[in-house]
């Protein structure tokens, strides 16, 4: 192999070293997390992130009828003949 030089041993560089080193305390802190917390701290979780989601729909859903409303307005008026 006379790409290779066995006597000198092959250096990773920094940057990749911190990498590795974070992706394995994050697994290791996922692993530690996914362990102690229940079942019921996940519903919790689960329930955040749908009242989040629920607030935004209503936030855009009060948007979109504010600017219907402003443009019926400003149009002069709804007519609706039954």
Known sequence: M?????EKPVAIKPKLTNTLLWARWSLNLELYFSQSLSLSLYCDFAFCILLVASLKVLIDLLFFLRSELTSIFHSGGCFVNF
């Not at 006379?2 to 066995?6: A, D, F, G, I, V």
Request: hydrophobic share 20%; glycine share 0%.
């Open 2 to 6: 006379s790409w290779q030089n066995p």
